[in-house]
């Protein structure tokens, strides 16, 4: 069986050799554009940049072309390492052992042909990607502390309301250094959206919509609409949702994607939620977070359609002590929902385990390593113990390789003491006043955390 590893394997060479070492496709195809503050970025490591409006005036594409995007393609072709592109510079400087995301982007989405009009195009033409993740609006029914409230409305009401963290010099969450366009109707990106999608809509391959919360969204159920009246069979429909909206939200989804598929009005529709650990320590980092309306949400997902669903696992400090738990619940749904006798759906619960680095209070490289070192070998361990490529209902080879860079990332980071003191500062004085806004209790949800929390209190 030739896995998802085998194929990196197969393609990184050729670019490398073909393009440059630096080289990662997304930067052409790949794109994710945030309408409510104007901004994007071809994936979520690179911090999002402004799009300007009077680029968007002379072509909406510029939604995905900016001027900024291209200079950081020509460094790609030139065999330059673009700065927001470090997260996958740091995986890679590791060994050549150890698979980036710009490996396993690249291999994912790489044809000849692609490659082709990149070395012809350049860096200056302006793309239709084949892959477009696209928010609307911050509407959104959580507060994730690492979140932001460029992405949550309710964030942006906390800040309204309290102000910013100003007891901390990390993760202020100020909201008046930019704008959120909070009407959809009134937003010009949105416009500029619309504008590109009837010449966007023709290339395209997957458009993912995220938030905020989409199932909140008016565009999103209107996108629906368009490819009801205007089908677009080619297209594969991919939702981000927390999976913490009202049932009816999720029924609505279930009933309305299903007859798009079954009038051949769309390709396919990908699910993904996010989720970091498991029981009330997963309702502490993700603020909104019903785990019990949660599961229930995915059971009705699960169970009502023979579609999968990944579970994008931002692994950060809090899931350091308990990551186990949810493997294990991984496992339990594999077990649950996998067909044993559709070999073309082979594993319908699905995740993914980038690591978290900002803010610095939510990095797992301000623990303490000699304390809190041994709970992600055991994890790494119990992945390793459950491995088996030709078992669905196992891990594969290539998640445990994954969190294995997780692991050894967090083994090998050390930080500078000034630094280290800095964030662990700011790290008792932000979730002390987290708990103090929103009624929660760090040390009595992660009670092994005590020792840590008094030396952050001490630092």
Known sequence: MNTELDNIKNIIPITNL?????????????????????ETHSCYHPAPHKIPLE??????????????????????????????????????????????DRHIKTASIY????????????????????????????????KCGYCHPKASSRYWKEINDFGPYDMSTDHRQDIDWFKVFHREEENPYVRAWW?????????????RITGGEP??????????????????????????????????????????????????????????????????????????????????????????TGWPVTFMITFNIF????????????????????????????????????????PSIYDMNILPKDEFMPYMHSHLEFIKENT???DRNKFTTLEYEKFKRVVDYMQSTVYDPAKLTEARRNFFNWFNEHDRRRDTNLVETFPEMLGFYNTCRDS
């Not at 504008?195 to 458009?207: A, D, F, G, Q």
């Not at 496992?331 to 067909?339: A, G, I, S, T």
């Open 18 to 38: 073909e393009i440059s070492p630096t080289f990662c496709m997304a930067k052409w195809h790949h794109t994710t554009i945030y309408l409510q503050t104007g």
């Open 55 to 100: 680029e968007i005036a002379a072509d909406p594409s510029a939604l995905h072309n900016t001027l900024e995007k291209k200079n950081e393609r020509y460094m790609m072709l030139n065999g330059e390492r673009p700065e927001g592109c470090k997260y996958c510079w740091d995986i890679e400087d590791m060994g050549e052992n150890y698979v980036s």
């Open 111 to 142: 044809t000849a042909e692609r490659l082709e009009e990149i070395k012809k195009g350049g860096s200056k033409y302006n793309v239709n990607p084949e892959y477009i993740e696209i928010s609307f609006s911050n509407e959104c029914n959580f």
């Open 195 to 207: 504008e590109w999608w009837p010449e966007v809509s023709k290339t395209l391959n997957i458009l």
């Open 215 to 304: 199932l909140m969204h008016k565009s999103t159920w209107e996108l629906f609409e368009r490819l009801d009246k205007d089908p677009k069979p080619h297209i594969q429909i991919e939702i981000n949702s927390n999976l913490g909206v009202k049932p009816k939200l999720v029924k609505r989804l279930v009933e309305t994607v299903k007859r798009l598929r079954s009038e051949g009005k769309i390709k396919s529709f990908k699910l993904y939620t996010s989720i970091d650990t498991w029981t009330k320590r997963a309702e502490y980092a993700r603020t909104g977070l019903d785990i019990n309306l949660w599961e229930q949400n995915l059971d009705y997902y699960l169970s009502n």
């Open 319 to 358: 899931g350091v002590t308990s990551f186990e738990t949810l493997l294990q619940k991984i496992l339990e749904w594999r077990e649950k929902y996998n067909d044993a006798t559709n070999e073309t759906q082979w594993q319908r619960v699905r995740f993914d385990t980038p690591h978290l680095k900002e």
């Open 388 to 390: 088996d490529d030709s």
